[in-house]
């Protein structure tokens, strides 16, 4: 895992990364790579809920909603625009 | 006055049997879907809700 | 008709035999509205067997020759099934029914703005070897969003027809139906047009083969779900356990078989998990190079509406106001058309009175049927305005919105926010809200959400609330601009709403544990302007079960009622008030046997009738006290059901029947009953089990007993009874 690597929680809303590797092999993460999210997918963090989780992402067009616990561990290199 | 009184306890008659049926069935009939239930304009909309 | 009896058709002379079809597609990709246009008034709506999953299909209009049916089934973004509804998806395409389908032609509907997630069902779909049409919708929005599609480059590199569809304003329907037609008469060849690796292709041989073997895949489709196992526990779990549970007795075998297939990609470093969604994805985006345009255009009509009702701070606060909005209109705005209603209703049974003949005959008519009926039609409004209002929240989109922000609290008791809609479809009736249950993965999630959805006071407890509130709750108002009914009301669905995160807690900690985690995805579709036909469709369907309802079972039950309540006839010699007469009566009888269970909730015996008859159905509870108090009362005079109720005196004591206390403990226990027997039903076959339903029944009456004792007896105590 290179240095820039940041979990996509951590990213702040507008920011976009590029996918580069997943944690943990759970079969949550497989959902995720069904609609798309692969490595090298770009992704928008779009915003977090107004209490804080979960958080909207942006991948291929569409919104998604998913948990932070979730998206701790997809690991992404924040793109700067 | 009479015939009066038979034509409401007809009436009542009919009811109970009406009612009774309908009753009973919602206990012999669980697994099927009630019909008001199946023909519910909610039922239709939380079906396309899932599906859409 | 014939086939719902069960009654086999004799094929008619020269009547070809039946062609089956199925239309699938992601979730909100406006799928319903193209099997509606493909099928038009032709639809039928039942059960796959075993499973309460919807099987919706219709027939095709326009076929010349042979009769195509088209099976509707449920939104899914994989082959890879998550959920009951997926299962049933999945196991249709491929014919693992008991009556397996054999379908000729698969037509998936796709999102043209969200075209590579689309294909992934698209290229999922073909591999499983039988003709697929693509159906392209949305195509209006491309331009709209800056996408420019080739479709005839994307048609040429899937090899398949690709029609370009704006669903909702008709458009490419005809061609669509065309496609079909041509597709259904010829002979199908699947060539395939993506490859696997030889390394790939040789560990996948033992697993391609125990498909061939073991299931109705043909070649194709044993090759692409050997590939899928391969990659997915998910996918292989399908094959290994059946829709109750229970284990294949092949499911050894597989799994075996599996193993040692993802052993020997490991052997050559290829890493299985996961390797099909990586592999499509790879042809897909390198396929949508060269077919799509994109261009940025800025932020979407969604997503600037986002920018408010998912904001941190106006978020919640739109939330509260949209909520506040369809509740003042329950209520107050219903108010108007209801008050006309009453008014008519007894003016209408003013007249009958004077009509008919003094006797037996106008006591059946105008306290039983009439005053028992109309006591419900008045609450029309109310069911419109609702159903309304519901309607278009679930049909914008907003819903999503709802879970998004609510999934943090659903957590705090054990839930997630995949269980908000089918909560707030609760809100309407608990019935189709369970059912909505179907897209949540997790067994005990699921379960914790029907046992709890009974909780959201439905639409049905209206009538009994209004009743009350309108009856004996002060109309003032609280700081000046809170009025107190609305309070009230608001306070009942909030006994219901912390009396669920209540069961639930207990659910969570005692009774079920968590296989494992559940997460949390969903999609926030576009936001869509809910079409004004489909609103008032809805209502007016509604409206027309809620009158036919009051027609017959509501008629019935008062009819029944009112003998009850009127014999037998004290004896005509004795000069005894029509109080005390009724106490004779049969219902009378019932009653005073019941009354002392339900003396320490303030409750006398007639309201003991209708907690039994409510039974029947909750609103029919305002029917029963129509019934009786009409029976009891002896002058014509129209009075409003309120007035009677305030008026009712008990004649032993002399003193009021109801007081807002009382009124207050009998909505409590409005809010907590289990007196739904569709509830009960709909429970037992969700669950698949007697268990669930029968413990359900059990705890709630018992609460409903405790709460309103509560509130009557410490009420008593705080003086306020």
Redesign the interface.
């Known amino acids: 895992m290179e240095v820039d690597w940041i979990p996509l929680n951590e990213l702040k809303p507008g920011e976009k990364g590029i996918i580069r590797g997943f944690r943990e092999?759970n079969?949550?993460?497989?959902?995720?790579?069904?609609?798309?999210l692969?490595i090298g997918t770009a992704v928008t963090l779009?915003?977090?809920?107004?209490?804080?989780?979960?958080l909207?992402i942006r991948v291929?067009?569409?919104?998604?909603?998913?948990?932070s616990s979730?998206a701790k561990l997809i690991l992404v290199e924040k793109i700067k625009d | 006055m009479g015939i009066q009184e038979i034509i409401t306890f007809l009436i009542v008659g009919i009811a109970v049997l009406f009612a009774g049926k309908k009753f009973i069935r919602q206990f012999t009939h669980v697994d099927q879907e009630l019909p008001k239930c199946a023909n519910c304009a909610l039922n239709k909309l939380a079906q396309s809700n899932i599906k859409r | 008709m014939n086939e719902a009896l069960g009654i086999k058709k004799a094929h008619p002379r020269g009547k070809k035999p039946e062609i089956e079809i199925a239309i699938v597609g992601n979730p909100n990709t406006g799928k319903s509205t193209v099997f509606n246009a493909l099928t038009g008034m032709h639809q039928k709506v039942g059960n796959y067997p075993g499973v309460t999953v919807e099987k919706k299909t219709g027939v095709l209009k326009n076929s010349n020759g042979s009769k195509i049916r088209i099976h509707d089934l449920p939104g899914l973004y994989s082959l890879v099934p998550k959920s009951l509804d997926d299962k049933i998806a999945v196991d249709v395409l491929m014919d693992r029914l008991d009556e397996p389908q054999h379908l000729k032609l698969v037509i998936v509907v796709a999102d043209a703005t969200n075209l590579a997630r689309n294909l992934y069902l698209v290229t999922q779909t073909m591999d499983l070897g039988i003709p697929v049409i693509l159906a392209l919708n949305m195509m209006d929005i491309t331009h709209k969003r800056g996408l420019h599609i080739d479709v005839d480059k994307l048609s040429q590199k899937l090899n398949i027809p690709v029609i370009p569809l704006v669903a909702n304003k008709g458009k490419g329907i005809e061609e669509l139906q065309e496609a079909i037609g041509k597709i259904t008469r010829t002979e199908y060849q699947y060539k395939p047009i993506w490859k696997i690796d030889n390394d790939i292709h040789e560990a996948l041989l033992p697993v391609c083969s125990w498909y061939k073997n073991n299931s109705h895949l043909n070649e194709t489709a044993s090759w692409a779900e050997a590939l899928r196992v391969l990659s997915s526990d998910k996918a292989l779990e399908n094959w290994l356990t059946n829709k109750n549970g229970s284990s294949f007795e092949y499911g050894i075998e597989l799994k075996e078989i599996v193993k040692n297939a993802r052993k020997s990609l490991e052997a050559h470093e290829i890493h299985w998990h996961m390797f099909e969604s990586k592999w499509r994805y790879a042809w897909i985006d390198e396929m949508c190079k060269d077919s799509v345009q994109e261009s940025d255009v800025g932020l979407s009509f969604s997503e600037k509406l986002d920018k408010i009702l998912t904001h941190r701070i106006a978020g919640p606060i739109a939330f509260v106001l949209i909520f506040a909005v369809i509740f003042q209109s329950i209520f107050t705005w219903a108010e108007v058309p209801m008050n006309a209603i009453e008014s008519s209703v007894q003016w209408f049974s003013g007249q009958v009175a004077a009509f008919l003949p003094d006797g037996v005959f106008k006591g059946l008519v105008v306290d039983g049927a009439i005053a028992g009926v109309g006591a419900i039609l008045v609450f029309l409004p109310q069911i419109l305005f609702l159903f309304f209002f519901l309607t278009i929240l679930e049909d914008t989109g907003y819903m999503a919105r709802v879970a998004f922000i609510m999934d943090r609290f659903m957590k705090g008791v054990g839930l997630s926010g995949r269980s908000v809609i089918p909560l707030l479809s609760s809100f309407a009736c608990a019935v189709p809200g369970i059912m909505a249950t179907r897209t949540i993965q997790n067994w005990r999630d699921r379960l914790v959400t029907i046992m709890i959805a009974p909780f959201m006071s439905c639409s049905a407890r209206l009538p009994v609330y209004t009743l009350m509130i309108a009856a004996f709750i002060p109309g003032m108002k609280i700081l000046g601009i809170f009025s107190l009914s609305g309070l009230t009301l608001l306070s009942m669905y909030l006994v219901g709403i912390f009396s669920a995160i209540g069961v639930a807690y207990v659910f969570k900690f005692f009774v079920v544990k968590k296989q494992r985690s559940s997460t949390f995805v969903m999609e926030l579709p576009p936001y869509r302007v809910p079409s004004p036909k489909w609103v008032f469709l809805q209502m007016y369907e509604r409206g027309k079960i809620f009158v036919l309802n009051a027609g017959q079972i509501i008629l019935a039950i008062s009819i029944v009622l009112w003998f009850l309540a009127s014999y037998p006839k004290p004896n005509h010699q004795t000069n005894i008030a029509p109080a005390e007469a009724i106490q004779q009566s049969y219902a009378g009888q019932i009653g005073r046997f019941i009354e002392p269970a339900i003396e320490p909730l303030g409750f006398d015996w007639k309201i003991g009738i209708g907690l039994i008859t409510s039974f029947a159905a909750r609103e029919v509870m305002v029917s029963t006290l129509a019934t009786i108090y009409n029976v009891e009362g002896a002058d014509e005079s129209s009075v409003s059901l309120r007035e009677e109720l305030r008026n009712a005196k008990n004649p032993q004591t002399g003193k009021p029947v109801f007081t807002p206390l009382v009124a207050v403990a009998l909505m409590v226990f409005f809010v907590l009953a289990c007196q739904c027997m569709a509830t009960v039903a709909i429970v037992k076959r969700e669950t698949n089990s007697w268990r669930w339903p029968i413990s359900m029944v059990l705890y709630m009456t018992t609460m409903a007993y405790i709460g309103a004792l509560i509130v009557y007896q410490g009420g008593k105590l705080l003086g306020l009874g």
Not at chain 1, 46 to 54: E, I, N, Q, S, T
Request: aromatic share 16%; no cysteine; glycine share 10%.
């Open positions: 092999n079969s949550d993460e497989d959902y995720l790579m069904e609609l798309g692969m779009v915003k977090f809920a107004p209490f804080g989780d979960p909207e291929r067009g569409f919104f998604l909603s998913i948990r979730e």
